[in-house]
């Protein structure tokens, strides 16, 4: 059984409407993982940090989470372009504030994490 007249070349413009919407789909799901994963990056150098300045006293935290980050990845995951420390009286800050990597060029997915720890405070008995 043969195709009719009027569906010749019918398969071909299906195949040209339907790939374009499945690799679009696939740069979606490939450049949502990416961004989650900057996402975690960012937020495990904000709680390291967070956790360094809560047992420090407060302070020490940025470049506690600056460490972390160069010794845990490098820029194709995460670019870093700031790393806020604020601490109050009882409370210490870290906030990592950089963009995640993506798959079109010229395009910035930005990224910011926070996490705050109590500052622990040792005294005698």
Request: glycine share 10%.
């Amino acid at each position: 059984m043969g195709l009719r007249r009027s569906e010749r070349g019918s398969a071909t413009l299906e195949t040209v409407v339907l790939w374009p919407a499945v690799f679009l789909l696939i740069f979606g799901i490939v450049h949502a993982g990416l961004w989650f994963h900057a996402r975690n990056v960012a937020l495990s150098a904000a709680r390291e940090g967070a956790r360094a300045a809560s047992v420090d006293g407060g302070s020490g935290g940025a470049e506690r989470a600056a460490d972390f980050l160069a010794s845990t990845t490098d820029d194709s995951v995460l670019r870093v372009r700031d790393i806020r420390e604020a601490a109050g009286t009882d409370v210490v800050t870290v906030t990592v504030i950089g963009s995640s990597t993506t798959l079109i060029p010229g395009w910035r997915v930005d990224v910011s994490q926070t996490a705050t720890a109590p500052i622990r405070r040792w005294s005698d008995p």
